[in-house]
T-cell receptor, first 115, second 111 residues
């Protein structure tokens, strides 16, 4: 299995620009999670989906952030407009309902730098 | 109070020694407990999970859980320089029904 796939791996953009991060979960997994990791705040859950439906988006920092999962094999996290404080590593993770509770598998991450 | 607390370290141990990493959590309803290893610039990798009180051993790794004290630990025996990484404690699902991560402990194994 290819594991969780994320793109791009690195993104550098200017303040005010729109940023779209992409994730392909492991085939057969029915939960998908978006996390953000910074030195100051550690690994924070932004939003998670179950069977393509958003379940909890309470971690989304503000309206500039949005996430979609149009099908079981693809999800996007969009930031519009981006700000320097959004600079972080964004991870996507997935898991299977039938697996041991909450065993999540992480993608390689997208390192976002907003100038 | 943070939901999952870890000492940020760095924890420095000599090669061959036992490294002991600790984690406390606030949600008494938590049912599952995990240790992830994260090398610099890489993604978290699951190394241990534990669900009931006591010890669970896997190779050089032992996870210990004490739900009464809301405490979970990871012991690494015969530490190797390749064990040098940040170790993240994760807890769930409790009342929040989400996996909550600590900020991690940086382990440095000195050759």
């Amino acid at each position: 299995d290819a594991g969780v796939i994320q793109s791009p791996r690195h993104e550098v953009t200017e303040m005010g620009q729109e940023v779209t991060l992409r994730c392909k979960p492991i085939s057969g997994h029915d939960y998908l999670f978006w996390y953000r990791q910074t030195m100051m705040r550690g690994l924070e859950l932004l939003i998670y989906f179950n069977n393509n439906v958003p379940i909890d988006d309470s971690g989304m920092p503000e309206d500039r952030f949005s996430a979609k999962m149009p099908n079981a094999s693809f999800s996007t996290l969009k930031i519009q407009p981006s700000e320097p404080r959004d600079s972080a590593v964004y991870f996507c993770a997935s898991r299977w309902e039938g697996a041991v509770a909450d065993t999540q598998y992480f993608g390689p991450g997208t390192r976002l730098t907003v100038l | 109070q943070k939901e999952v607390e870890q000492n940020s370290g760095p924890l420095s141990v000599p090669e061959g020694a036992i490294a002991s990493l600790n984690c406390t959590y606030s949600d008494r309803g938590s049912q599952s407990f995990f240790w992830y290893r994260q090398y610099s610039g890489k993604s978290p990798e699951l190394i241990m999970s534990i669900y009931s009180n006591g010890d669970k051993e896997d190779g050089r790794f032992t996870a210990q859980l004490n739900k009464a004290s809301q405490y979970v630990s990871l012991l690494i025996r015969d530490s190797q320089p390749s064990d040098s990484a940040t170790y993240l404690c994760a807890v769930g699902p409790g009342a929040t029904n989400k996996l909550i991560f600590g900020t991690g402990t940086l382990l440095a194994v000195q050759p």
